[in-house]
């Protein structure tokens, strides 16, 4: 569905001579939607040339996928970005949602030194609504998959963003529901 959605909106778009971003409108944009460096944290660290050549393609925002390294490893890791990076960067941290529920409130307060934008599902899907909300930002990933999810994680308030991968929640149509209604 997503990709038919994809290519029908990018048909429609040049032939208006408009950017599918214009199509989709509705959801009021205050800021540039910044495209982020994914690194993986693999064996405990992370490559500096490819880190440089990113840096030297303009990446202001950067997000370390770190599910399943032990948290000091994850920690390390992005100690050695932002000492790398400096402060003006963006640094995210995705833990895919492997931290448990009772580690991650301590977790996130040892990450509050490193002005993270945010970390994306510290715990598994069905438990972020748990958590307390945070000196470090919260985004909820795979939890906005769930039935509900969305609403979920409104009602709880400790999430500052949503992740929204439109081929899994069923195509560009939901997304944009989903984007409406977690603006709103």
Known sequence: TFALETALLDLVAQARGESVAVLLRGVSIDSVVELNATLDLVEGRIEDDPLSALVQRGFRTYKLKAAGAPFEQQLAALQHLRCVL???????LDVG?????????????RLTP????YVEQPVAARELA?????????AADETVELEDGLETIIAAGNCAAVVL???LLGGLTVARRLA????A
Do not use: I
Not at 97 to 109: F, K, Q, R, T, V
Not at 114 to 117: G, V
Not at 130 to 138: H, I, T
């Open 114 to 117: 490193l002005s993270l934008e």
């Open 180 to 183: 409406c209604r977690a603006q």
């Open 97 to 109: 949602g492997c931290w448990s529920l009772s580690d991650a409130p301590g977790y996130l307060e």
């Open 86 to 92: 400096g402060d003006g960067p963006s640094l995210r």
């Open 165 to 167: 991968k439109p081929a």
């Open 130 to 138: 748990r958590l307390a909300r945070s000196r470090v930002p919260m």
